[in-house]
T-cell receptor
Framework: DSGVTQTPKHLITATGQRVTLRCSPR?????VYWYQQSLDQGLQFLIQYYNGEERAKGNILERFSAQQFPDLHSELNLSSLELGDSALYFC???????????FGPGTRLTVL | AQSVAQPEDQVNVAEGNPLTVKCTYSVSGNPYLFWYVQYPNRGLQFLLK??????LVKGSYGFEAEFNKSQTSFHLKKPSALVSDSALYFC??????????????FGTGTKLQVIP
């Protein structure tokens, strides 16, 4: 158990819908990262937050947004969902930016 | 810009044989390098890291990695492979960005298949 929790574990929804994925980092970790993993795209970095502030953006679509709250948990919002958004979404946390990341178990999103 | 390459999509090795999973990197400064492992339907787990010092780094589950500055490589190794080592392995590199931000870049992953 990495100490990072993600909810829900599985999510099935329809195209055009909006979903919210939630992540609670390890106690004491200030940095939160979001990744998307699909079969054909590998592990794609989406976005990183540090102590509530956005620090880096990767290949994140405009339909996606995220935030980190004062209690350090983070949410990833995916809207206008498309079939191609079906993937595993991982959250990771680290004490500071660039240190060892601890990954959550992931949320498997299926868009039908 | 920093980058990391894992040239092999898949590596097959017989159980009991030594294994190597390759990684090369490109950074502007001193590299901080990591290896992670992902078992099926699980998140990535940290295996080991190189920051400075001894070029041979020992990590979890009997894995080790050899840092080679001249070849800009950080290959993951294990003397004797187990079937349970079958998983997806990711190399990652950390580098300093403008403004003092530390960015980590992951490789594309290498699937290790250990054959009984």
């Amino acid at each position: 158990d990495s100490g990072v929790t993600q909810t829900p574990k599985h999510l099935i929804t329809a195209t055009g819908q909006r979903v919210t994925l939630r992540c609670s980092p390890r106690s004491g970790d200030l940095s939160v990262y979001w990744y998307q993993q699909s079969l054909d795209q590998g592990l794609q970095f989406l976005i990183q937050y540090y102590n509530g502030e956005e620090r880096a953006k990767g290949n994140i679509l405009e339909r996606f947004s995220a935030q980190q709250f004062p209690d350090l948990h983070s949410e990833l919002n995916l809207s206008s969902l498309e079939l191609g958004d079906s993937a595993l979404y991982f959250c990771a946390s680290s004490v500071v930016a660039g240190s060892v990341q601890f990954f959550g178990p992931g949320t498997r999103l299926t868009v039908l | 810009a920093q980058s990391v390459a894992q040239p092999e999509d898949q590596v097959n090795v017989a159980e009991g044989n030594p294994l190597t999973v390759k990684c090369t990197y490109s950074v502007s400064g001193n590299p901080y390098l990591f290896w992670y492992v992902q078992y099926p339907n699980r998140g990535l787990q940290f295996l080991l890291k190189y920051i400075t010092g001894d070029n041979l780094v020992k990590g979890s589950y009997g894995f080790e990695a050899e840092f080679n500055k001249s070849q800009t490589s950080f290959h993951l190794k294990k003397p004797s492979a187990l079937v349970s080592d079958s998983a997806l392995y990711f190399c990652a590199v950390r580098d300093m960005q403008a403004g003092g931000y530390q960015k980590v870049t992951f490789g594309t992953g290498t699937k290790l298949q250990v054959i009984p």
